[in-house]
């Protein structure tokens, strides 16, 4: 069965960094896109970034572009995400997600999240 | 502030039929697919409907989803009070080239 399990998060301070870590079992890992979701406490969903199947194509939300860094190996079937200059509105709980929908070798680009993991929490806070 | 605008809750009695309104633009839900999840509390995601009304194996045929111009639609016939959750509607929007989500609406079961 389909597995993504989150690592990494915590409490780091406002321009600090973090690295997390999404490990994905269950499925054949470089076959799929794969994306980071988060959700602010009490919040509703924030799709964060997108990384293609060789890791060609990325793609950010404005609110991270240039403070995050989304990418993975296949070879270990994971997937990361590298955060920098973090900000408070930055906390929330990060999910990764196996995504499907796209392929920008027929030009399409529907993406939809079919497989999420329980998520690694990050606050950013002095 | 969400790009693509949904009530905030929703409340039927067991049995009973819902739908949750998802509307945005041109630019997204009036030009691409639109999916739908449901969180239930304290778990992850869970993807209803894709590719507007396509139901993922597994989910039961009393969720469908349906799409008219830049508005999506959730519906949940045969109420149970297990599926009281969050739902939410999401799309590519074409002009941002970001994947944009609704705030989400709150499924009460009465």
């Known amino acids: 069965q389909v597995q993504l399990v989150e690592s990494g998060g915590g409490l780091v301070k406002p321009g600090g960094s973090l690295r997390l870590s999404c490990a994905a079992s269950?499925?054949?890992?470089?076959?799929?896109?794969m994306s980071w979701i988060r959700q602010a406490p009490g919040k509703g969903l924030e799709w964060v970034s997108y990384?293609?199947?060789?890791?060609?194509?990325?793609n950010y939300a404005d609110s991270v572009k240039g403070r995050f860094t989304i990418s993975r190996d296949n070879a270990k079937n994971s997937l990361y995400l590298q955060m920098n200059s973090l900000r408070a509105e930055d906390t929330a709980v990060y999910s990764c997600?196996?995504?499907?929908?796209?392929?920008?070798?027929?030009?399409?680009?529907?993406?939809?999240?079919?497989?999420w993991g329980q998520g690694t929490p990050v606050t950013v806070s002095s | 502030q969400s790009v693509l605008t949904q009530p905030p809750s929703v409340s039927a009695a067991p049995g009973q039929k819902v739908t949750i309104s998802c509307s945005g633009s041109?630019?997204?839900?009036?030009?691409?697919?639109v999916s739908w999840y449901q969180q239930l509390p304290g778990t992850a995601p869970k993807l209803l409907i894709y590719?507007?009304?396509k139901r993922p194996s597994g989910i039961p045929d009393r969720f469908s989803g349906s799409k008219s111009g830049t508005s999506a639609t959730l519906g949940i016939t045969g109420l149970q009070t297990g599926d009281e959750a969050d739902y939410y509607c999401?799309?590519?929007?074409?002009?941002?080239?970001?994947?944009?989500f609704g705030g989400g609406t709150k499924l009460t079961v009465l």
């Open positions: 269950g499925f054949t890992f470089s076959d799929y896109y």
């Open positions: 997600a196996r995504t499907k929908g796209i392929s920008m070798v027929r030009g399409v680009i529907a993406p939809y999240f079919d497989y």
């Open positions: 999401g799309t590519w929007d074409s002009s941002l080239s970001v994947v944009v």
């Open positions: 990384i293609s199947l060789s890791s060609t194509y990325t």
């Open positions: 041109s630019s997204n839900i009036g030009d691409n697919y």
């Open positions: 590719d507007n009304n």
